[in-house]
């Protein structure tokens, strides 16, 4: 157990709909990184927030957002889903914004999207 | 840009031999991370050993080590006494270190499926 959670692990959904993804990082760690992994395109990064803001974004779809609380949690919205947003979504976290300290991932959440 | 490249898309052994996995990478960085992770059938996705670039000295952990060769930007992980536990997709992994501008995301090998047989 990493200690990085995520909810919901399933999620199945038509397209065109809008989910939400949860993450809750390791006690400590102030940083969250958001991965997708497709068949199609593998590991890929999606966004990193530190301490609620922000840090860096990688290849993340105009219709996919995030966001990370007070609490450190994050949450990663996706909207007007299309079939091909199937795919597994991680959430790993680590605790500084360099990310000198290994990421730490969690379980991940299965997407649908039929 | 940085490029992990991960040549075996699978390989597999012999329950209580040793198995070698490949991994090459290409960066103009000086100071960076690699690692490997595990992906077994759960889908977890979890760390098995990790390298810091300026130390020259190889990682080990327990029946995991890796060969770095920095010169040849190798980076291969080697299984001893392999068990049937360790059949899962191996992904190697890259990360910039040192710059604050720097983009602190991993990059990702397309990974290699191992079966161990028993």
């Known amino acids: 157990d990493s200690g990085v959670t995520q909810t919901p692990k399933h999620l199945i959904t038509a397209t065109g709909q809008r989910v939400t993804l949860r993450c809750s990082p390791r006690s400590g760690d102030l940083s969250v990184y958001w991965y997708q992994q497709s068949l199609d395109q593998g590991l890929q990064f999606l966004i990193q927030y530190y301490n609620g803001e922000e840090r860096a974004k990688g290849n993340i779809l105009e219709r996919f957002s995030a966001q990370q609380f007070p609490d450190l949690h994050s949450e990663l919205n996706l909207s007007s889903l299309e079939l091909g947003d199937s795919a597994l979504y991680f959430c790993?976290?680590?605790?500084?914004?360099?990310?000198?300290?290994?990421?730490?991932f969690g379980p991940g959440t299965r997407l649908l999207v039929l | 840009a940085q490029t992990v490249t991960q040549s075996q898309p699978e390989m597999s052994v012999q329950e209580a031999e040793t198995v070698t996995l490949s991994c090459t990478y290409d960066?103009?960085?000086?100071?960076?991370?690699l690692f490997w992770y595990k992906q077994p059938p759960s889908r977890q996705m979890i760390l098995v050993i990790r390298q810091e670039a300026y130390k020259q000295q190889n990682a080990t952990e327990n029946r995991f080590s890796v060969n770095f060769q920095k010169a040849a930007k190798s980076f291969s992980l080697k299984i001893s006494d392999s068990q049937l536990g360790d059949a899962a997709m191996y992904f190697c992994?890259?990360?910039?270190?040192?710059?604050?501008?720097?983009?602190?995301?991993?990059?990702w090998g397309a990974g290699t499926k191992l079966i161990i047989k028993p």
């Open positions: 790993a976290s680590s605790v500084d914004p360099k990310g000198q300290e290994t990421q730490y």
């Open positions: 992994a890259y990360r910039s270190a040192g710059r604050m501008d720097s983009n602190y995301q991993l990059i």
């Open positions: 960066t103009s960085e000086s100071d960076y991370y």
